[in-house]
């Protein structure tokens, strides 16, 4: 029987032993991404995965923006070869409980619009001590940083959307108490922060 999707993500933090992993389980938002353009894999598994191994972006839950009656639970036995997930991450919305347990931000290294270098990453390094409720960790390439804020009393979210302005306000309170707006440092807030990658599996993701 092939694993679960979310199965699969809680096994893989746990063997690098994330620091995501306390506050992960079945019960959040993933996405997952296939390898691109790796040919020699999808033939690899072509024979035992028989019509299954072309692989595809997969996001738990489906409609999770309210259209067809979503979210709908699909966290089910994962239709291609394991081997064929590049990464995955949460949003750390849970969908089940329609609340935001938490808000992720991540500070790019070296690449995008606001790529920091490491003055920049220092600089975030420097915030993140004085503010206790941020959990800093090393983003899964090495080099950049992801912050995790965990809401102590969960926001309500009934939809991926309300998630996402949830996030909005979280991080505009961030902001104040840093008296920084952080919009001018990250690439990305709020949406999915990617834990895992298979090409630097081992590290803190």
């Given at each position: 029987?092939?694993?679960?999707?979310?199965?699969?993500?809680?096994t893989?933090?746990r063997?690098i032993?994330s620091?995501?992993?306390?506050?992960?389980?079945?019960?959040?938002?993933?996405?997952?991404?296939?390898?691109?353009?790796?040919d020699d894999?999808?033939?690899?598994?072509?024979?035992?995965?028989?019509?299954?191994?072309?692989p595809?972006?997969?996001?738990?839950?489906?409609?999770?923006?309210?259209?067809?009656?979503?979210?709908t639970?699909?966290d089910g036995p994962?239709?291609f070869?394991?081997?064929?997930?590049d990464?995955?991450?949460?949003?750390?919305?849970?969908?089940?409980?329609?609340?935001?347990?938490?808000?992720?931000?991540?500070?790019?290294?070296?690449?995008?619009?606001r790529?920091?270098?490491?003055?920049?990453?220092?600089?975030?390094?420097e915030?993140?001590k004085?503010?206790?409720?941020?959990?800093?960790?090393?983003?899964?390439?090495?080099?950049?940083?992801?912050?995790?804020?965990?809401?102590?009393?969960?926001?309500p979210?009934?939809?991926?959307?309300?998630?996402?302005?949830?996030c909005?306000?979280i991080?505009r309170?961030?902001?104040?108490?840093?008296?920084?707006?952080?919009?001018?440092?990250?690439?990305?807030?709020?949406?999915?922060?990617?834990l895992?990658s298979?090409?630097v599996?081992?590290?803190d993701a």
């Amino acid at each position: 029987m092939e694993p679960r999707w979310t199965e699969f993500a809680l096994t893989r933090l746990r063997e690098i032993s994330s620091p995501y992993l306390p506050f992960a389980h079945d019960g959040l938002e993933w996405q997952f991404k296939p390898v691109e353009g790796d040919d020699d894999a999808l033939d690899r598994w072509a024979n035992q995965w028989p019509f299954r191994a072309s692989p595809h972006d997969m996001r738990i839950p489906r409609d999770g923006d309210g259209k067809n009656d979503g979210p709908t639970d699909n966290d089910g036995p994962i239709d291609f070869h394991p081997a064929l997930i590049d990464c995955f991450g949460t949003s750390f919305w849970n969908w089940r409980q329609r609340v935001t347990e938490g808000c992720g931000i991540d500070f790019d290294y070296g690449h995008g619009g606001r790529a920091l270098d490491d003055s920049g990453i220092a600089q975030v390094d420097e915030w993140a001590k004085g503010l206790g409720y941020v959990q800093n960790a090393t983003s899964k390439g090495g080099r950049g940083r992801h912050w995790l804020i965990r809401v102590k009393n969960p926001l309500p979210a009934r939809l991926r959307a309300e998630h996402s302005e949830n996030c909005k306000a979280i991080i505009r309170r961030v902001s104040a108490d840093l008296g920084v707006n952080l919009r001018d440092y990250y690439c990305s807030a709020g949406g999915i922060l990617y834990l895992w990658s298979r090409r630097v599996a081992g590290r803190d993701a």
